[in-house]
């Protein structure tokens, strides 16, 4: 199993008696890093895990309407990582709902055989896809983070403002000299991260972590991949993902 889904079935076994907030604050730490991990990082147990704690806060007479509304949204994502997941599972097995044999199935097999055939036990090794850099580029926004951070503000966006059109809120981070793409994006939320490990002391300012918002809004419903920061740790990725 990979770490991603085994490390979050641990971390949600731990919160399984909290009150209503923890939980919802454990699953955002876990669902985040699965939506911007490849599918097959995502496992069907860690899904379940999910799907029960949050079905604990819906039930709860301790969880306010609010908490509850934040548990709808976030089933309503572990759904979708569901979906990809057994899109992937299609595609790389070339047969829709194809099912793997049972160990029970195999050995029944093999009892009815007079001489057993050993390869029937043979489970094929799936490799684990090597993690590629994620190809942080410092140079790639003009002033760097901080210079984004500038735009939006001379812009007019303050920290309180509702972002409606996420699209003009990140053309106007990356300047006009860029052109505004799956790259583009991927580059002003490594910038965030970076800056939150090695220069902000792990905390995000308010008009900082509204262009992390923006960002995942944005990606997201149009498949933009967004890479793990190498810099990061693992606890470390779960917690700038859920800032």
Not at 106 to 120: G, H, M, V
Request: proline fraction near 6%; glycine fraction near 6%; charge should be neutral.
């Amino acid at each position: 199993m990979n770490n991603v889904s085994s490390n979050g079935r641990i971390a949600l076994r731990a919160v399984q008696n909290d009150p209503p907030a923890e939980k919802l604050t454990r699953c955002k730490k876990i669902v985040v890093p699965l939506e911007n991990n490849t599918p097959n990082e995502t496992s069907d147990r860690i899904l379940e895990d999910l799907r029960r704690i949050l079905r604990t806060v819906q039930k709860t007479k301790d969880a306010s309407s609010e908490e509850v509304a934040q548990a709808g949204d976030l089933l309503l994502r572990v759904k979708a990582l569901g979906v990809r997941r057994e899109e992937f599972r299609s595609a790389k097995n070339g047969t829709e709902g194809a099912e793997e044999v049972s160990i029970e199935e195999l050995e029944t097999t093999n009892r009815r055989s007079a001489t057993p055939d050993p390869a029937k036990y043979e489970r094929p090794v799936v490799p684990t896809p090597k993690r590629e850099p994620d190809g942080y580029d410092s140079t790639f926004l003009e002033g760097g983070i901080d210079g984004a951070i500038e735009r939006v503000i001379a812009k007019g966006y303050t920290p309180e403002m509702p972002i409606k059109q996420h699209e003009a809120f990140l053309q106007t981070a990356l300047g006009s000299s860029k052109t505004l793409d799956a790259l583009a994006v991927d580059q002003i939320y490594l910038a965030i991260a970076y800056n939150w490990k090695q220069r902000w002391n792990q905390k995000l300012a308010p008009m900082v972590k509204k262009l992390q918002t923006s960002v995942l809004s944005y990606a997201n419903p149009r498949g933009f991949q967004i890479h793990e920061p190498d810099c990061l740790s693992f606890v470390e990725s779960v917690d700038f993902g859920s800032m």
